[in-house]
Nanobody
Framework: QVQVMETGGGSVQAGGSLALSCEFS????????RGWFRQAPGKEREGVAI???????MYAASAKGRFAIFSDHAKNAIYLQMHNLKPEDTGVYYC??????????????????????WGQGTQVTVSS
């Protein structure tokens, strides 16, 4: 059974930085894609950034240039560094994994139905 555990998040003023971490267990390390989604108040959940087993990354347009996703294969973990945060970055951030394929392509990376493991979510609040 895939298990996903997020840590990090919190509150910060606009322009500040936060880091999120996510650890995975319960699946074999083969082709896979791991990343972050977020749900802002009153909005649908959306993809933020992902990284596949080859290190290919994809970012939402709003995250490019401000967020960076990294993986640590030894720890079976990923990290999201967020800089120059804006109030519109506020939301619940979910870590997710697709354990069956590398899907770092424009048409697939943000499709939630490809991800079969989800964390509980962690709150990020950016105040103006």
């Amino acid at each position: 059974q895939v298990q996903v555990m997020e840590t990090g998040g919190g509150s910060v003023q606009a322009g500040g930085s936060l880091a999120l971490s996510c650890e995975f267990s319960g699946y074999t390390y083969l082709a896979h894609t791991r990343g972050w989604f977020r749900q802002a108040p009153g909005k649908e959940r959306e993809g933020v950034a992902i990284i596949d087993s080859s290190g290919n990354t994809m970012y939402a347009a709003s995250a490019k240039g401000r967020f960076a996703i990294f993986s640590d294969h030894a720890k079976n973990a990923i990290y999201l560094q967020m800089h120059n945060l804006k109030p519109e970055d506020t939301g619940v951030y979910y870590c997710a994994v697709c354990t069956e394929a590398d899907i770092a392509t424009e048409s697939l990376w943000a499709r939630e139905d490809y991800y079969n493991g989800w964390g509980q979510g962690t709150q990020v609040t950016v105040s103006s």
